[in-house]
Nanobody
């Protein structure tokens, strides 16, 4: 299993970025995918998740209305569109795959595989 995250960078407050995560080595279209982030000195936290068919999405309150998670099962890729970025969004962003059908979606323990992370820095 491989998860390759990309798309991070430096952006000014109020700007936008789109993260991508290319997956391989498992039946991508059958499994929930998530995005987490980890800021310096803090624990990794849930950002967003999407069910296998893309019909159900979940977000942490801090990003609702600003971030959108989506997936393209034909391309084995999950995306995180981030708008109206704030300095507090600065973190390393990780994509993750739940291949064991965990009952919940917001804990790191719900996910079996992780990408390498991509840095997002929001600063003027």
């Amino acid at each position: 299993v491989q998860l390759q995250a990309s798309g991070g960078g430096l952006v000014r407050p109020g700007g936008s970025l789109t993260l991508s995560c290319a997956a391989s080595g498992f039946a991508f279209s059958r499994h929930r995918m998530g995005w987490f982030r980890q800021a310096p000195g803090k624990e990794r936290e849930f950002v967003a998740a999407i069910r296998w068919g893309g019909g159900s999405t979940y977000y942490t309150d801090a990003v609702k209305g600003r971030f959108t998670i989506s997936r393209d099962n034909a391309k084995n890729t999950v995306y995180l569109q981030m708008n109206s970025l704030k300095p507090e969004d600065t973190a390393v962003y990780y994509c993750a795959a739940d291949v064991s059908y965990s009952g919940t979606y917001y804990s790191t323990e719900d996910y079996d595989y992780w990408g390498q992370g991509t840095q997002v820095t929001v600063s003027s």
